[in-house]
């Protein structure tokens, strides 16, 4: 009880300590002796969470745009003043694989990691001691929903900024296309007829119910078993379902000019891409990663070996540019393991500076915005962040001497020392606007960054440790990933659970699962909000109902 009088909790964006008093019968000691530790205990976490939200708010982060309240969105992931959080593993695993390979003699070789230069060559390159204050010039576009939906606008209004009712009916259209050929070459379905758009709105809708109600099939909607939902399963038959379900199509036919793996989804990624930019606009503050899509841990832990050998394996990877005021995914990327070409995933992960691909792809629509971009190992590198100044985008990235691209970097910044360090003790050298920073905190972790200044410092409170100093750059880039963490570990309760075996249609429900987020994202910063205040759980639900058609959501724009 006493190690929760020390902790606190985030609600909304509001900071309400928590404490929990113990009421005792002291045979022996006075009940005043207690009171003045339980009121230091007190004073102390009020002033530790209330420098916590005073930093957490200069970095203009959003404290719970896509959670709900409650217990479960409460905790500021960052700060940790309430215990431990999973804001630190995206760095921490870096950290982990460089001491691994120390530990084992693996790691860099003696001259550095492959690329880095020696002291006298890095002071020939212009890497020095000798720090200067930069500035990032203000930020050149507005932030926010590009367009105002009404108080009334539904969960459906908000999904079909997204996915409109055009591209649904290009998927009755292909679909039925599809059909029609399939029969024509192995024979007549008799139990097949052209499917319709409601009923197309319906198939997507009972697909998407596996996102709310966990199953381990979409069809176990109609057994008599423990997931069926009766509510839903009299709108269509589960036959009508398996036909559908059988022939669906995006794009039914590859046309002559179309030679890349995702044929039969990248029409409807591109119009998807175009929806994100034109429905809203990032803040300043970016990050490029690859989102948490694994399979659901439950589901793993329950299931047989029988069942795992039949889940094939993901033949593609997913990267996302992502607003880190909101959660809002902006633009997708997806590579294809057997993709061709030296862009293929295969060759990405044998080569990091190829990595660079992936964010100029993603970053293409930023050029000359004075956006700040943070990035994980595999993408950080000298010439990559170089390129991107030269474009007006910033960046702020982790460092790895055995997973980033290290070409150019001073090798004595890239080595661990053997003399004992400090909690928060760093160094930092720079060339021209960039700075190299390496600090330790129970581990050395570098960063590279033209986005902040290094003489400016900054600080990471925790709880208990209290406030261990670092550069400026140091914390954003850990306050904002840790934002984007607290995103993953929300999203992974609301990925649609249907799992098929062709990668083209989990790549399919994959992003349907982001639209949807994204759509409750606007929701939340719209005027319907404050009408109904949904949680992501109820938003679920309503579209679900919604698309099925089972409540009016006549169109409100």
Same mark, same amino acid.
């Given at each position: ?7 606190g ?5 509001r ?5 929990f008093f113990v ?18 205990c ?8 209330e420098?916590?939200?005073s930093?957490y ?8 745009v ?7 969105s ?5 700060y940790?003043t ?20 120390? $530990?084992?003699?693996?790691?860099c070789?003696p001259?550095?990691p ?13 890497w ?22 009404p ?5 459906m ?15 009755v259209?292909?679909?039925n ?22 009923e ?5 809708g ?25 509510s839903?399963?009299?709108i269509m ?12 199509h ?5 046309s ?18 175009q ?21 659901d ?7 047989t070996?029988r ?31 057997e993709?061709p ?6 060759t990405?992960?044998n ?33 990559l962040?170089e390129?991107?100044?030269?474009? $007006? ?12 691209d ?7 910044m890239?080595a ?27 581990g050395?972790?570098?960063f ?11 600080v ?11 550069p400026l750059?140091v ?5 904002h ?11 992974s309760?609301?990925?649609?659970f249907?799992k098929?075996?062709?990668t ?8 349907i699962?982001i639209?949807i ?6 929701y939340?910063?719209s ?22 058609g ?8």
């Amino acid at each position: 009880e006493r190690e929760r009088e020390r902790e606190g909790r985030w609600v909304g964006r509001r900071c309400v300590p928590v404490f929990f008093f113990v009421i005792s019968f002291p045979c022996v000691a006075s009940p005043l002796a207690s009171v003045e530790p339980m009121a230091e205990c007190g004073r102390k976490a009020l002033s530790l969470l209330e420098a916590a939200r005073s930093r957490y708010e200069s970095l203009q982060i959003s404290d719970d745009v896509f959670g709900e309240s409650g217990d479960d969105s409460s905790e500021n992931p960052f700060y940790s003043t309430s215990g431990d959080s999973n804001s630190d593993n995206y760095a921490s695993e870096s950290n982990a694989d460089e001491q691994r390979a120390g $530990d084992s003699g693996g790691g860099c070789p003696p001259g550095g990691p492959p690329g880095s230069v020696s002291n006298t060559q890095a002071e020939e390159e212009g890497w020095s001691d000798v720090l200067r204050d930069i500035t990032v010039p203000p930020y050149k576009d507005t932030y926010g929903p590009a367009q105002k939906m009404p108080a009334t606008a539904s969960a459906m209004d908000f999904f079909q900024l997204f996915v409109p009712d055009n591209a649904i009916q290009n998927m009755v259209t292909q679909t039925n296309m599809y059909a029609k050929k399939y029969q024509e070459r192995f024979g007549s379905d008799e139990g097949w007829c052209n499917v319709t758009l409601s009923e197309m709105k319906a198939f997507l809708g009972y697909v998407t119910s596996t996102s709310i109600h966990r199953c381990e099939s979409v069809l176990s909607i109609w057994s008599s078993g423990f997931f069926s939902n009766k509510s839903i399963a009299l709108i269509m038959t589960q036959a009508r379902f398996e036909k559908i379900l059988k022939y669906f199509h995006i794009v039914a036919f590859r046309s002559s000019h179309s030679g890349q793996g995702l044929y039969k989804i990248q029409p409807f990624l591109d119009s998807l891409q175009q929806s994100f930019g034109c429905t809203f606009r990032p803040s300043q503050t970016q990050v490029l990663h690859e989102p948490l899509i694994d399979e659901d841990p439950v589901f793993i832990a329950t299931c047989t070996e029988r069942e795992l050998r039949k889940r094939k394996k993901r033949k593609f990877s997913l990267w996302v540019r992502q607003c880190t005021a909101t959660g809002f995914i902006c633009q997708i990327y997806v590579h294809l393991k057997e993709g061709p070409g030296p862009d293929g995933l295969d060759t990405l992960k044998n080569k990091p500076q190829l990595h660079s691909l992936v964010a100029k792809q993603l970053c293409q629509n930023l050029s000359g915005k004075n956006a700040i971009i943070f990035t994980g190992p595999s993408i950080t590198s000298l010439n990559l962040f170089e390129e991107f100044e030269k474009q $007006d985008i910033y960046c702020c990235g982790l460092l790895s001497s055995r997973k980033s691209d290290c070409t150019g970097l001073p090798q004595s910044m890239l080595a661990n020392t053997e003399l004992p360090q400090r909690r928060g003790q760093y160094q930092t050298k720079m060339k021209r606007n960039m700075s190299l920073i390496c600090w330790y905190n129970k581990g050395n972790f570098r960063f590279l960054s033209n986005a902040y200044s290094p003489s400016k410092q900054g600080v990471i409170i925790k709880r208990k440790s209290g406030e261990i100093p670092c550069p400026l750059a140091v914390e954003a880039f850990a306050a904002h990933l840790s934002y984007i963490c607290k995103y993953d570990d929300k999203y992974s309760k609301y990925f649609i659970f249907h799992k098929p075996n062709k990668t083209w249609q989990q790549v399919f429900w994959l992003t349907i699962s982001i639209a949807i987020n994204n759509a409750y994202i606007l929701y939340k910063m719209s005027d319907a909000y404050h009408m109904k205040r949904y949680s992501r759980a109820q938003f679920g639900e309503r579209l679900v109902r919604e698309l099925l058609g089972l409540e009016d959501c006549s169109p409100t724009r």
